[in-house]
């Protein structure tokens, strides 16, 4: 018989990974949802709602493994609490033990976490640790992926931390709170964390102790700027792509701190007049340290937290805050009087930025290429309290 040659085998190929899909995850009033986007942002699937009828304060996706989920809960009949799911909501369990605050032997007698508003992954060298920031004003720690939390005494129960917190209704809309834990990527002993109010704070050490980092910011006319009492930060940011540059939105303007400085810049000035820098939400751009958006609100003396005249706008910088950009294309013109609370703003990690707003009237609006360009992804929701962005592949 003739000899035959079987053919060569094809060469191995490698498969190509399969692109990153969005997930905006979006904390309301009366519930929490998912929403599932494809990697060119073209469509957008609604997973929810979860604990409907619930205020959810925030929800966040693990970024150690991609698919682990916190929310942050004030039920009406368990009150506050904390659910977590490992396989992206589709099964939440409450935490066994969630954050409390301690009975202390001798000081200022406990409190009563009205509600954890603000949750944080630990370090990436970390894998179970994660931050937790209540109201009224308390930190909170969890080493076991946010089953069981322990209170910091180091804030919780220092008596000039608690003279700084002030009374706990000082007049902050849902209480005053602990906010804005950033954990320095470089180190996961270097802390931050704000208070409103009580100004913003810095830990060396994992949080056994603290220095107030307010030097440079201003306070509201007639108070005294050396009383932390009646410093108000509304939202704190380290950058990403350099963890020495940190941002903040304050009820007295946009400000940046260059470390090792230790002295805010008011960097809002250079907003336009007729808009001013008075807003609570702020996101900075995942790679580059000079670019970063605001929301800003009406901050004039009546304080109608509304967008100013009715015109909603992102305001960009991409020189450190020289100077801003209007970015409105696409979002409404006139009459849109709703304004955006200090966790409902984010922004992906993609090639091409987009961002993400929720605001108080429900709708989610997305702004490709950076803020450019505006269009809106989800209607009647309620209330949105907190937006976060993350991406993953399955």
């Known amino acids: ?185 470089r180190d996961a002993k270097h802390l931050y964390f704000a208070m409103s109010s009580g100004g913003v704070h810095e830990s060396h050490d994992a949080g056994q102790s603290w220095t107030p980092l307010c030097e440079g910011l201003e306070v509201v006319d007639g108070f005294d700027v050396n009383t932390l009492t009646f410093h108000d930060p509304h939202v704190v940011r380290l950058s990403p792509a350099n963890p020495d540059r940190i941002w903040q939105q304050n009820h007295c303007g946009i400000y940046r701190l260059d470390r090792p400085g230790k002295t805010w810049q008011r960097v809002g000035r250079k907003m336009p007049k007729r808009v001013g820098d008075i807003g609570f939400p702020m996101v900075v751009h995942p790679r580059d340290p000079d670019t970063a958006w605001v929301f800003p609100m009406d901050g004039t003396d009546v304080w109608p937290r509304t967008a100013p005249d009715g015109k909603p706008a992102a305001y960009r910088t991409t020189n450190a805050g020289k100077t801003w950009q209007r970015m409105d294309a696409g979002l409404p013109a006139e009459q849109a009087w709703w304004t955006i609370k200090r966790q409902a703003m984010a922004a992906d990690a993609q090639a091409r930025v987009a961002l993400y707003v929720g605001h108080t009237g429900g709708e989610i609006w997305m702004g490709a290429d950076g803020g450019e360009r505006w269009r809106c992804i989800a209607r009647h929701l309620p209330e949105i309290y907190a937006i976060e962005a993350a991406s993953f592949a399955r």
């Not at 080493?143 to 005494?153: A, M, Q, V």
């Open 1 to 185: 018989m003739p000899r035959t040659t079987a053919p060569a085998p094809r060469p191995a190929t490698k498969r190509a990974a399969a692109p990153a899909r969005l997930l905006v995850l979006v904390a309301t009033r009366k519930g929490a949802w998912l929403f599932h986007g494809d990697a060119r942002r073209k469509t957008w699937t609604a997973d929810g709602p979860h604990f409907l009828g619930h205020n959810i304060s925030h929800v966040v996706l693990d970024p150690r493994d991609g698919r682990t989920l916190l929310a942050a809960a004030k039920t009406g009949h368990l009150g506050p609490t904390i659910f977590r799911s490992t396989d992206f909501g589709r099964r939440w369990k409450e935490a066994s033990q969630p954050p409390a605050f301690a009975n202390p032997p001798d000081g200022p007698p406990a409190r009563s976490v009205d509600h954890t508003f603000w949750l944080t992954p630990g370090h990436a060298s970390e894998r179970d640790t994660w931050y937790a920031g209540t109201s009224p004003q308390g930190l909170f720690r969890s080493e076991d992926g946010g089953d069981t939390w322990t209170p910091l005494p180091s804030i919780n129960d220092d008596p000039q931390y608690r003279e700084w917190m002030g009374a706990e209704q000082d007049g902050t809309p849902d209480g005053p709170k602990l906010h804005s834990i950033q954990v320095d990527p």
